[in-house]
């Protein structure tokens, strides 16, 4: 039986305590909560893991490489992982366009971008001395928190690639890699980066010229931002491998990666780790797919992906990058419809409104009479010659007549396709030279008989 004290709360602070430790030891790339796996079989039993570049037998190991059985009476599991960042570095003299290397009119999630300028790398960086460019992914469009200006989110090592880079680095989409050119493909250019202990991130400001949306590639809207929760489904849409599914693994991963020179070895603790939903997707993300954002299935963004392994992905947390950025995710509003209710006897002639598909808002004129329209939830007074905006699904936005005593009085009778025309005629007048022909009014009636029998329905 497992200790019933192996929680991920009851491990975090002991890993938190000693992670700094293992993390310096020889090979060693991460340690994480997880279930700890015995000869290829998962224990059910949590345990710290520790993700080492090339996993020995224990007889090979140096007193300095060797890992404990266990730390604080907390099992330990040792994993062979290689962990690295998920940007892609090609030479000057060997671009080609690799997978979605679109050029898209307006800018939006999960597509192809880089900077302009070049970068000149040596072994063991890479494996011939030159000139590099580079790709990744902009992940989403965000807003500044002080001056609302748009902008476009990806990670550091995407944007500003080494400790060379400089606020005004232009960005191109597509990147070069992928056959963008600078000037032409210009959209922006780098604002502010972080690279700290819990983010790896940057925001380009966007030209005006530009157009933008609050979308991702295949995914569609973005609702807003989550925090991550273990076995959660994910998605994201990258660069690299378009879209992919997979489900959160852990939310304690602290890993060391190769940020090359002039930066070194960089840490980044309490990450995402997520693992790919291999019945969808063989991996969830790959190189050129660093500066994705990683969303749950309601369309919340949960994180920033800024590297991997062929087994698991890791993302910053998204709240953590938000703050650091100083920035907002571009969310797209949502529109709430109310249905009205009109009390006390009025004369009105209803303004004639264009029928479409999305919610839209009518103005009711009335004579010098009060008149008290009751949405749910704001209550609206109209008196003499004043318009009151009507959010409604049906214009003009009738649909029930009440007697004496306002709201909740007694209703004195219910308006019928019958009596509705005529009725209709004699309170609101005949439709003027500019107003819907019949079918417009036929249609309009009958709405309000299904807005009324629906309401009985309601009461029974």
Same mark, same amino acid.
């Given at each position: 039986m497992p200790d019933a004290r192996l929680t991920h709360a009851a491990i975090r602070p002991v890993k938190q305590r000693i992670e700094d430790e293992l993390l310096a030891q020889p090979g060693v790339v991460g340690v994480d909560i997880n279930e700890k796996v015995t000869k290829g079989t998962p224990t059910g039993e949590l345990a710290i893991v520790v993700y080492v570049k090339e996993k020995k037998p224990k007889n090979t190991l140096s007193k300095a490489e060797a890992i404990p059985s266990e730390i604080e009476g907390i099992p330990t599991d040792v994993k062979e992982e290689q962990i690295e960042l998920y940007a892609v570095k090609v030479a000057l003299d060997q671009v080609a366009p690799l997978i979605d290397a679109t050029q898209y009119a307006t800018l939006h999630g999960g597509i192809s971008m880089g900077p302009c300028r070049s970068v000149h790398l040596d072994p063991p960086d890479v494996p011939a001395s030159g000139d590099y460019i580079f790709v990744g992914t902009l992940g989403a469009i965000v807003k500044d928190r002080n001056t609302q200006a748009v902008m476009a989110l990806t990670n550091f090592h995407v944007a500003c690639v080494d400790n060379g880079w400089n606020v005004g680095d232009t960005m191109c989409q597509q990147s070069r890699v992928d056959g963008g050119t600078c000037p032409a493909d210009v959209f922006g250019s780098l604002t502010r980066a972080t690279l700290s202990t819990h983010v790896d991130g940057a925001?380009?400001?966007?030209?005006?010229?530009?157009? #933008?949306?609050?979308?991702?590639?295949?995914?569609?809207?973005?609702?807003?931002?989550?925090?991550? $929760?273990?076995?959660?489904?994910?998605?994201?849409?990258?660069?690299?491998?378009?879209?992919?599914?997979?489900?959160?693994?852990?939310?304690?991963?602290?890993? &060391?990666?190769?940020?090359?020179?002039?930066?070194?070895?960089? #840490?980044?603790?309490?990450?995402?780790?997520?693992?790919?939903?291999?019945?969808? &997707?063989?991996?969830? &993300?790959?190189?050129?797919?660093?500066?994705?954002?990683?969303?749950? @299935?309601?369309?919340?963004?949960?994180?920033?992906?800024? @590297?991997?392994?062929?087994?698991?992905?890791?993302?910053?947390?998204?709240?953590?990058?938000?703050?650091?950025?100083?920035?907002?995710?571009?969310?797209?509003?949502?529109?709430?419809?109310?249905?009205?209710?009109?009390?006390?006897?009025?004369? $009105?002639?209803?303004?004639?409104?264009?029928?479409? #598909?999305?919610?839209?808002?009518?103005?009711?004129?009335?004579?010098?009479?009060?008149?008290?329209?009751?949405? $749910?939830?704001?209550?609206?007074?109209?008196?003499?010659?004043?318009?009151?905006?009507?959010? #409604?699904?049906?214009?003009?936005?009738?649909?029930?007549?009440?007697?004496?005593?306002?709201?909740?009085?007694?209703?004195?009778r219910r308006v019928t396709v019958a009596e509705g025309e005529e009725e209709l005629a004699s309170l609101y007048g005949k439709p003027g030279a500019d107003a819907r022909d019949d079918a417009f009014w036929l249609g309009y009636y009958t709405a309000l008989q299904a807005l009324s029998e629906a309401e009985e329905a309601d009461d029974d």
């Open positions: 925001v380009v400001s966007i030209n005006s010229s530009k157009s #933008t949306d609050c979308s991702i590639e295949q995914i569609g809207a973005v609702k807003g931002k989550a925090t991550a $929760t273990l076995n959660a489904a994910v998605r994201k849409r990258g660069r690299t491998t378009g879209l992919t599914y997979g489900k959160v693994n852990s939310i304690d991963a602290s890993v &060391s990666i190769p940020y090359g020179d002039g930066l070194g070895t960089h #840490t980044l603790k309490n990450q995402i780790r997520i693992e790919p939903d291999t019945a969808q &997707s063989a991996q969830f &993300s790959d190189h050129g797919d660093s500066g994705s954002v990683v969303v749950d @299935g309601n369309n919340n963004v949960i994180g920033l992906l800024f @590297g991997g392994s062929p087994s698991a992905t890791y993302a910053n947390p998204i709240q953590y990058v938000l703050d650091e950025l100083d920035v907002d995710l571009c969310v797209k509003p949502t529109i709430v419809l109310t249905k009205p209710v009109i009390c006390e006897p009025i004369v $009105t002639r209803p303004i004639v409104c264009f029928i479409r #598909t999305q919610p839209f808002i009518c103005n009711l004129v009335t004579d010098p009479k009060i008149c008290n329209v009751l949405t $749910t939830p704001n209550v609206c007074a109209v008196r003499t010659r004043l318009a009151c905006p009507v959010v #409604t699904e049906v214009c003009p936005p009738v649909s029930l007549a009440c007697g004496p005593g306002g709201p909740g009085g007694p209703i004195e």
